[in-house]
């Protein structure tokens, strides 16, 4: 029996029911992320530029939009166990153009900015919260990296009752394998998987 | 160059200092996680085996211990998305032996047992508050499975800047290339990975 | 100048809009919240027995209805800083009459039960991720005490962007200067103020 | 028996013990929040200048310094329903000095600055995990209002299980009736009162 087969007969895998309104957030598209001198490499770029159809389709839609950037105080102060491990997420500051995002996936006004200093994009953060006043059931993930805030923001927004799609296509990591793993892991439990090219799957 | 590399490359996998005083947190041990016709097979019942000793540690030097448990309403009130992708979810409540945690690893009075309805064991209940008051720095990982409620409680915990241990033997899965996915991805972003038999690197 | 006109000139008090669907929390109408001998008397009583009908007008439109309850683990292994300030929130364990809600308000099947170690009912729980899944986007509150576990469960549902209406005559007190000045503050800041007569004001 | 018996009978009002730990909160002194054509009046000056002393023997101490201050983003995408409540919230942009901290209380490098959207310091904002980095176990809270941002505060830290004391002349409130009623109902039920001159009371 192959490991599929094994979350096949445990029923996991299910499809998720299409929400109301989803928001599409745009997990860490940071000039950092891309970059296979910092933290990028691998499918990023790739998966940053596959993103410019699919903001251009939540656009047209006038759904709501969420970037979210790792952004540490230039002081250092709001710093934890995290920087422990990846000890170079102290210089995601402000004043490094490590932390902007790319230029090709440009905010516009009235799109949601979440500077986070944790892999998930809800935790410690008003994204929850802001969300919910603006009626959304679901969330659309693309941004890097598949095996870290990406998923991290999968799981909570699926604990929190928000209905998640990953967009296959539009995330991307430093490293194939762990990408292929988590896309695994969040198909059979946490999200439903899609590429951008299926916009049906995704909208109401 | 492989996978391996470029995370060296990036500076990833960092140790994680030790802390003053750990919790062990034994995640969905329960009999349904170790059952292979539920949710269980794979090394959860040998890697709940290997928890014995490390549970009788913790007791030794009167640390704290908590056991969680996903446990539903019996009138399914409180499920969620989850359960859409992973149906049987649903089965687990306080009348289903499967939510109850197996009878080798019995909790005493003054454990704490978390009941959840999500992966994470910190994400909508009280563990974090309780922690802080117990003075706990450090938490030691156990429990089922590893790309599962192990890997969501983990990324909570460096989140909540408390310090991860993940006891390599004491985590299992169903089926051990996630299990095995999870570890690399776990040792490399988020937490420090052990053996059971070296509790120096645990105990301050 | 007096008080409520600084509130006026500085544009406060506006009106909440109404939600499309009001989930209505009533906060620990326990035993131990009505008898004066615990941590009821002064209005707790009466304010109870208003919310008979109040229930049963969200009954009688298919709203959702969640009852809140302190409970402590027997063993104390969740009692925390509260317990210092009020020690005898330590004795509100499930085997005691007085953390049960008055059975003139028994919850029926598909009710939310939420139990809780704090305050606010959304702190520590899951009540905000279950509200989220009913598509609920507004609160109707009533229960004990006006000044502590109430007043603590509008602010957290005004901070997560839900829309709080606090029904005057279902909430209550211990004493009455307390339940006076919250209610003026909850007015001035964070909830509408409605009598439970007033049912065009709380229903879409 | 009038209302203090009332509490006393019930054995509210304990002392909570002193922490090891304490962080300096100084909620929401800022240009608005002194102003009494924005938010301030009342003893909002007198507190905040109380409040001169009090950081100083904090940063003799080497001691966690926190501010907080209310700031929405310009295009107003992290607005929300407190916003209905209180409209003029909105105007508490980066680029107004009503959102900017008074100049006599002005932040050292390495002090934690926690720009937040909703009452609570601790709300949707990473202070609790940066404390917990800490090893912070108690807060010590200043700032305004008392009846506000100030109590929504001291109900979060201690339901966290952070040891709140407020200290009362280094609190303010536009109205009086309000900063007294808040005062009494946070020293029954949340936190020791001390005045600025008791500072055995705050540190270990």
Redesign the interface.
Known sequence: MD?TE??RK????????KGRKSALIIVDFTNGFIDPE??G??NTLEAAKATIPLLAAFRRRALPVVFTRIVY?E?G??????C?????LRELTESNPASHIVDFLAPE?????VNK????AF????L???L??Q?V?AVTVAGATT??CVR?TV??A???????TVVSDCVGD?????HE??L??MKQ???NLVSSTELDEIFA
Chains 1, 2, 3, 4 share one sequence.
């Open positions: 490991e094994i979350y445990q029923q996991m895998g299910g499809t998720i029911e910092i933290f490499g691998g105080a002081d102060s709001d710093t934890g166990i995290w422990e491990k990846v000890p170079r006004a009235g799109d949601l900015i200093t944790q892999p998930s935790f410690d953060t008003n929850g919260s802001v919910r006043a009626g059931d095996s870290g991290a799981v909570d699926i604990s929190a009752n928000l209905r998640p430093r490293a194939l394998g762990p793993a988590n695994f892991d439990k946490y999200a």
